[in-house]
């Protein structure tokens, strides 16, 4: 299972970025998929969850209205939409999904946003 991130960077408060999760070594299709956040000194938080069949759920209240978590399981893929990014929003994005029981991270994408 292999996990690559890209579409981070440096945005201006109230910018928008659209992070990519490109997934391998697995069904896609068959396996819900979540994009986490960790910002400097504080713990890695779930920022939102989409199931197989596309359906988005758990987003953490401080991004609700503003990210939007999809998916095309064609392209083996998960977005995550942030629009509206503010300094509260800086950290490291993850992908994520399990499989049998194991928990898989890709590498990690960064987004700074300047005040």
């Known amino acids: 299972v292999q996990l690559v991130e890209s579409g981070g960077g440096l945005v201006q408060s109230g910018g928008s970025l659209r992070l990519s999760c490109v997934a391998s070594?697995?069904?896609?299709?068959?396996?819900?998929l979540s994009w986490y956040r960790q910002a400097p000194g504080k713990e890695r938080e779930l920022v939102a969850t989409?199931?197989?069949?596309?359906?988005?759920?758990n987003y953490v209240d401080s991004v609700k209205g503003r990210f939007t978590i999809s998916r095309e399981n064609a392209k083996y893929t998960v977005y995550l939409q942030m629009n509206s990014l503010t300094s509260e929003d800086t950290a490291v994005y993850y992908c994520n999904t399990v499989v049998s029981g194991v928990s898989y991270w890709g590498q990690g994408a960064q987004v700074t946003v300047s005040s």
């Open positions: 070594g697995f069904t896609f299709s068959w396996y819900v």
């Open positions: 989409i199931t197989n069949t596309g359906d988005p759920r």
